[in-house]
């Protein structure tokens, strides 16, 4: 779990340093390449194929919550073309709590006292990060703030494709959907790489699809619960990457909040794990 983090926040990293030259929409493509040479991969490990992969009970479901994640991956990048990485990331980490929020209402779940206490502790967090109606609102944070929206939606998603359809449906479906939108969009506005620009866009599609990979090993390994604390040694990650690469330093209300936000997202958890 820890690896994956490493691996998505250096992907960050790249598409910070990159996404400028050439643009959302292509770096989404080539990296949805390599995505999907994944899934062909993942797929015929199992003794299967991509196109058997593909069948679902629920293809509107599956596209959808392709789509959505889509929009968040391409909400970020735009995210991190304005703002430092290890702030994007501390109001990002919200997800897990807009998580809890949507549960009740679309999944049906039962949301205690505790957990609705976390958050909105969370979102107290986010406030002391964006700081609205104070001397300097930086209002770029609410683009982190959708892409986590998008994010909690788009895991909400992803449990009901999971009552329904196996791990490897879902991932085929996901390499697919992400192919097919940034293809329509990026290859119109296709910029030629130089031979370093193809290096950092093949470098972000494989330190994504290990990422993934990694994040897929650990949840054989443990099951869900478990390894939800450790997803924020990702702010680590890209608070040492931020400052080694562009010499980023978090301001004290940035932290602060990170650490309501984290605090927040560890209290839903460890009371989650007892009443289970």
């Not at 930086?138 to 992803?158: D, F, H, K, R, V």
């Not at 972000?204 to 990694?214: D, N, P, Q, R």
């Amino acid at each position: 779990m820890v690896a994956a983090m490493l691996c998505f926040a250096s992907m960050d990293t790249l598409s910070k340093y990159i996404v400028h030259a050439y643009g959302i929409a292509e770096v989404l493509f080539v990296r949805s390449v390599i995505y999907l040479a994944l899934a062909v991969v993942v797929a015929r490990q199992d003794g299967g194929s991509f196109l058997r992969a593909m069948r679902t009970h629920r293809p509107w479901l599956q596209f959808g919550r392709s789509a959505l994640a889509v929009a968040e991956n391409a909400t970020f990048i735009l995210a991190f073309s304005f703002l430092p990485l290890a702030d994007a990331h501390s109001v990002g980490a919200s997800s897990p709590l807009i998580v809890v929020a949507l549960s009740a209402p679309l999944l049906g779940e039962k949301v205690g006292m505790h957990r609705w206490a976390a958050v909105v502790a969370g979102f107290i967090g986010v406030l002391l990060i964006v700081r609205p109606g104070f001397a300097s609102p930086n209002l770029l944070l609410l683009i982190p703030l959708a892409g986590a929206a998008e994010w909690g939606l788009y895991q909400i998603l992803l449990r009901l494709c999971a009552r329904t359809d196996s791990d490897h449906t879902t991932l085929a479906w996901s390499a697919a959907v992400s192919l097919a939108l940034t293809a329509v969009v990026g290859l119109p506005n296709w910029t030629a790489p130089t031979p370093g620009g193809w290096l950092a866009l093949a470098g972000i599609g494989v330190l994504g699809s290990c990422g993934h990979y990694a994040l897929i090993k650990a949840l054989a390994y443990a099951p869900a619960a478990s390894l939800q604390p450790y997803s924020y040694t990702l702010l680590v990650w890209v608070t040492v990457l931020g400052f080694l690469v562009f010499g980023d330093i978090p301001d004290h209300w940035t932290i602060a909040g990170g650490a309501v936000v984290v605090g927040s997202g560890l209290y839903a958890w460890y009371h989650e794990l007892h009443r289970k």
